[in-house]
């Protein structure tokens, strides 16, 4: 299922997207912050169990040393969503080898088994850090073999757990896979992906922010499930056939799930998926969480760039009824 997506990617980005390809949250999704609570916090800031997983993949042909990079990882100051007293502490650990991503607990909606499967390469918590504030912390280095071999997964690929295990504050962050320890150096032909992703939505209703899941040949319908969107706005589909197909969007503290038919002529191409808030702008501050799922109720992985390139609605396609 995979490898076909792998190749896709191939064709279309390694040489002229890397950059774009490397951030999380990419470029093309416009997103501000990934978000994750501490272990006291309360779900209705938007995060439903305090734990983020982003994977990268590495192509086996790399063979010099990778760095993955966060922004901000301290809790306290500038980006960060304070609560009360600054109290949390957000573990953040790099996993390879065997079942890293493998282990179907590291790709499932919740935390229940194994999720933090692998070889656990290397770890730090941080608490309020004001060295760290609005700066980037380097793991690593890395050799690209320390991450578990999956040519599905289009190479090496390594696991980034990051969970809040204390206090109630909101961590907010970027992560980067690099070549350098000191700069963003683009790792080239890598990617980023993700099977739940939790995110703080932009306060201004005029930006846009999006996720690029893929579908590939089995893909017949897929569900989509939210948390905690506090009814702010819309979601909507396009699509090489869909102009605008409306998804559920959750109240606060609420879950929401709506689901959608695959048009044949969707296969082996991206989905963007749009996100927009009231055009009002009155919810600030707004962490949501969202998932898809595949008719077989695997979840389906978000891309840091949309394989293919962001899709545009065809007139006479989106009309095309299946037999």
Same mark, same amino acid.
């Given at each position: 299922?995979?490898?076909?997506i792998?190749?896709?990617?191939s064709?279309f980005?390694?040489?002229?997207?890397s950059?774009?390809?490397?951030?999380v949250?990419g470029?093309?999704e416009?997103?501000?912050?990934?978000?994750?609570?501490?272990?006291?916090?309360?779900?209705?800031?938007?995060?439903?169990?305090?734990?983020?997983?982003?994977?990268?993949s590495v192509?086996?042909?790399i063979?010099?040393? *990778?760095?993955?990079r966060?922004f901000?990882? =301290?809790? $306290?100051?500038?980006h960060?969503?304070?609560? #009360?007293d600054w109290? !949390?502490?957000?573990?953040?650990?790099?996993y390879?080898?065997k079942?890293?991503?493998?282990n179907?607990d590291?790709?499932k909606?919740?935390l229940?088994?194994?999720?933090d499967?692998?070889?656990l390469?290397a770890t730090?918590?941080?608490?309020?850090?004001d060295?760290l504030?609005?700066?980037w912390?380097?793991?690593?280095?890395f050799?690209p073999?320390e991450?578990?071999?999956?040519?599905?997964?289009?190479?090496?690929?390594?696991? *980034?757990?990051i969970?809040g295990?204390?206090? =109630?504050d $909101?961590?907010?962050?970027h992560?980067f896979? #690099?070549t350098?320890? !000191?700069?963003?150096?683009?790792?080239e032909?890598?990617?980023?992906?993700?099977?739940?992703?939790?995110?703080r939505?932009?306060d201004n209703?005029?930006?846009?922010?999006?996720?690029y899941?893929?579908?590939?040949?089995?893909?017949v319908?897929?569900?989509?499930?939210?948390f905690?969107?506090?009814s702010d706005?819309?979601?909507?589909v396009?699509?090489?056939?869909?102009?605008?197909?409306?998804?559920?969007?959750s109240?606060?503290?609420?879950?929401?799930?709506?689901?959608?038919?695959?048009?044949?002529?969707?296969k082996n191409?991206?989905?963007?998926?749009?996100?927009?808030?009231e055009q009002?702008g009155s919810?600030?501050?707004?962490?949501v969480?969202?998932?898809?799922?595949?008719q077989?109720?695997?979840l389906m992985?978000f891309?840091?760039v949309?394989?293919?390139?962001i899709p545009k609605?065809?007139?006479?396609i989106g009309?095309?009824?299946?037999?």
């Amino acid at each position: 299922m995979i490898s076909r997506i792998v190749l896709i990617f191939s064709c279309f980005f390694v040489g002229i997207a890397s950059m774009e390809a490397q951030p999380v949250p990419g470029a093309d999704e416009n997103i501000p912050y990934l978000v994750t609570f501490g272990s006291d916090g309360e779900k209705a800031w938007g995060d439903n169990d305090f734990c983020q997983i982003i994977f990268f993949s590495v192509p086996k042909d790399i063979t010099t040393p *990778v760095f993955i990079r966060v922004f901000d990882a =301290d809790i $306290g100051g500038v980006h960060d969503e304070q609560k #009360s007293d600054w109290n !949390t502490k957000s573990f953040y650990g790099i996993y390879g080898g065997k079942n890293a991503c493998s282990n179907p607990d590291a790709q499932k909606s919740n935390l229940d088994g194994s999720y933090d499967s692998g070889t656990l390469l290397a770890t730090k918590t941080f608490g309020q850090n004001d060295d760290l504030d609005n700066k980037w912390y380097s793991f690593g280095p890395f050799n690209p073999t320390e991450g578990e071999l999956l040519p599905d997964f289009g190479g090496n690929v390594f696991k *980034v757990i990051i969970e809040g295990t204390q206090g =109630d504050d $909101g961590n907010m962050y970027h992560l980067f896979l #690099s070549t350098s320890k !000191t700069e963003n150096r683009p790792v080239e032909g890598a990617f980023a992906f993700y099977f739940k992703y939790k995110f703080r939505m932009h306060d201004n209703p005029k930006e846009i922010s999006h996720i690029y899941p893929y579908i590939d040949d089995r893909v017949v319908a897929l569900k989509q499930t939210n948390f905690d969107w506090d009814s702010d706005g819309v979601i909507r589909v396009i699509s090489v056939a869909k102009n605008g197909e409306m998804m559920k969007v959750s109240g606060d503290n609420q879950w929401a799930e709506s689901r959608h038919l695959i048009n044949k002529n969707e296969k082996n191409t991206s989905l963007d998926i749009q996100m927009i808030k009231e055009q009002s702008g009155s919810i600030k501050s707004n962490n949501v969480v969202i998932y898809l799922e595949n008719q077989f109720g695997e979840l389906m992985p978000f891309y840091s760039v949309p394989i293919g390139g962001i899709p545009k609605y065809k007139y006479s396609i989106g009309m095309t009824v299946d037999e």
